[in-house]
């Protein structure tokens, strides 16, 4: 089966940094992602990796480990806008490429 | 392309009716995915086709619901028979096959 951990929630402070980590299991991993969503929004994508390493963008990076299952999506220069949930999730070749999501952790940026 | 387009965006319908709700995703992608969402939680898999063909359905999926996507382009998601436990986001993805999703606004449905 599949299995996504994420913390619930976070709080930081605007022009910080925070890391939001996540770790999964699962049989058949291809591939994994970042999803932003604000309240009441659809989920927007912020990042892929498939492979180990870091992948950035912008104030954005995003980190994977394959061996470990662990991956962490680093945000820098919070701003109040950040405020969102972040969303991880592992795209599984065994069940045709669909993408399973994680609960979120719900990220609160304060001045 | 403006993007993945949800129909209708809000629905209130009482307990026992059918709903419908409608996605029309990127033309170029060829994969279309359907998923529910309730609150303080991520997006659940239902049902996903490739082109127009419906390769897999979560098995938390009833035998109430039922999704189609006759041409390989737009497709429905109907619920028969709606309980107040069916209330919630319904999201319509599409993807390209090595691509991350777009996802649609939602759609949200209240039973009453």
């Known amino acids: 089966g599949q299995n996504i951990d994420q913390p619930t929630e976070m709080t930081a402070t605007e022009g910080a940094i925070v890391q939001i980590n996540c770790t999964y299991q699962t049989s058949g991993f291809n591939g994994l992602f970042w999803y932003q969503q604000h309240a009441g929004e659809a989920p927007t994508f912020l990042s892929y990796n498939v492979l180990d390493g870091l992948e950035e963008k912008g104030r954005f990076s995003s980190f994977l480990s394959r061996s470990k299952g662990y991956s962490y999506l680093l945000l820098k220069e919070l701003q109040m806008k950040d405020s969102a949930s972040y969303l991880c999730?592992?795209?599984?070749?065994?069940?045709?490429?669909?993408?399973?999501f994680g609960a979120g952790t719900r990220l609160f940026v304060k001045a | 392309d403006t993007g993945v387009s949800q129909d209708p965006r809000h629905k209130i319908t009482k307990r026992g009716q059918n709903v419908t709700f409608r996605c029309d995703p990127i033309s170029e992608h060829n994969r279309l995915y359907w998923y529910r969402q309730t609150l303080g939680q991520g997006p659940e898999f239902l049902t996903y086709f490739q082109n127009e063909a419906q390769l897999e359905k979560s098995r938390l999926l009833s035998d109430r619901f039922s999704a189609e996507r006759p041409k390989g382009s737009f497709s429905t998601l109907e619920i028969q028979r709606t309980e107040q436990g069916d209330s919630a986001m319904y999201l319509c993805?599409?993807?390209?096959?090595?691509?991350?999703?777009?996802f649609g606004s939602g759609t949200r449905l209240t039973v009453v």
């Open positions: 999730a592992v795209r599984d070749y065994t069940g045709g490429f669909k993408t399973i």
């Open positions: 993805a599409s993807s390209p096959p090595e691509g991350g999703y777009t």
